[in-house]
């Protein structure tokens, strides 16, 4: 069991985001986290990442080896950062000077992405693409065993995502777990994978292949 989520419920004064979730997933799984435009997916995400409290219900998981990819990206324009000062952040703890491990690391990421030749590149250069495979590379290079993804492939570019769901498969396969907001399971890759269906409360929580069998007209 890497988290076990019981009865979660997060509410703003009189608005009830999310009401008695529950869910549970073991090491190696691969969850998708479905649900409409206000269905509670990126507060459920902030209950997972510890950036928001719960109403009540608890959260437990067992690895503090979190990585994650934001949906909206916090990019200050012309803010004076590189690629590579942007991915060393990502690392457990920093130092005024980085590594050679440490770049050796990055760079190996980098052509893994394709955008090697950015290393040195402001951020506020790239396109939102290129900014999203940054920091997607940012959210790796500390080897988390749970890996959360808000709408990842929103902003990359559509040459890039086959790539991009071959990694995830490649990570999972290893042993990562992976948490993988979306709006739909249209293009995905489905195979040995769950779902977590919400709308405030669940509403389906098991094997994809159950989900569309019996409740895609949901979505």
């Known amino acids: 069991m890497i988290a076990q989520i019981n009865n979660i419920s997060v509410r ?72 590579i000062e942007t991915i060393y952040t990502g690392f457990d703890k920093q130092k005024l000077i980085m590594s050679k491990e440490e770049k050796l690391i990055i760079f190996k990421w980098l052509e893994k992405m394709g955008i090697s030749h950015l290393a040195k590149n402001m951020m506020h250069t790239l396109s939102g693409g290129e900014q999203q495979r940054v920091y997607l590379i940012r959210a790796l290079v500390s ?46 890759d489905t195979v040995n994978k769950k779902v977590l269906h919400i709308d405030k409360n669940v509403l389906y929580f098991g094997l994809c292949s159950n989900y569309q069998k019996e409740v895609s007209h949901h979505v």
């Open 12 to 83: 703003f004064d009189q608005i009830t985001a999310l009401e008695n979730i529950s869910f549970s997933l073991n090491k190696g799984d691969f969850l998708y986290v479905l649900g409409p435009n206000g269905a509670g997916k990126s507060t459920l995400i902030k209950v997972l990442t510890r950036s928001l409290k719960p109403s009540s219900g608890t959260i437990m998981l067992t690895t503090n080896k979190l990585g994650f990819l934001p949906q909206m990206l916090n990019r200050k324009q012309n803010f004076p950062i590189t690629v």
């Open 143 to 188: 080897n988390p065993e749970l890996l959360i993804l808000d709408e990842p492939t929103s902003a990359l570019d559509p040459d890039f995502r086959k790539a991009f769901h071959d990694l995830l498969n490649d990570l999972n396969a290893k042993g990562v777990t992976i948490i993988f907001v979306t709006h739909d399971l249209h293009n995905m």
